[in-house]
């Protein structure tokens, strides 16, 4: 079984570093057979990542120690049986006042569990910007 994850995380990343992440991500994403996409706002991170477990896992592992990253937050971790992104090693979109906001909501959200309305919205607007540039 493969599984999709979904994180937030707070970005200290420079735009230079951004494009560093999305490129290397890119070919490490494709070497552990993970998908997704990274949406990348202001000043946080939205990123999911899909396929088997151990590569996910994996990535999620590096991106917890990377400090280009803080606060990192997982806010969904499923198995599933198809998915969302199969195309994309890494799908990138960048800024977006409206995704931040959403962002925003899921991360600085009052309780331990995330509103699944506003998860539901963030997986789909970044399945949108996938295709759009697909």
């Known amino acids: 079984m493969e599984g999709s994850l979904l994180y937030v995380s707070r970005r200290l990343a420079s735009p230079a570093d951004v494009q560093d992440i999305v490129s ?3 070919v490490r994403n494709a070497r552990l057979q993970v998908t997704g996409a990274l949406v990348a706002c202001e000043d ?3 990123q999911i990542l899909e396929g088997p477990r151990p590569g996910v896992d994996a990535l999620m ?3 917890s120690r990377d400090r280009r990253h ?11 049986e198809r998915r969302r992104f199969p195309g ?3 799908a990138y979109s960048g800024a977006s006042v409206f ?5 925003r909501a899921l991360a600085d ?4 569990e995330p509103d699944p309305h506003h998860l539901r919205r963030l997986i789909n607007i970044m399945q949108e910007f996938a295709r759009a540039v697909d």
Not at 99 to 103: A, E, S
């Open 70 to 80: 803080a606060d990192v937050d997982v806010l969904l971790y499923d198995d599933i």
């Open 109 to 112: 959200r009052p309780s331990s």
């Open 88 to 90: 994309w090693s890494l």
């Open 24 to 26: 290397a991500s890119r």
């Open 44 to 46: 946080r991170f939205a």
């Open 99 to 103: 995704v931040d906001g959403l962002i």
């Open 61 to 63: 592992d590096s991106i």
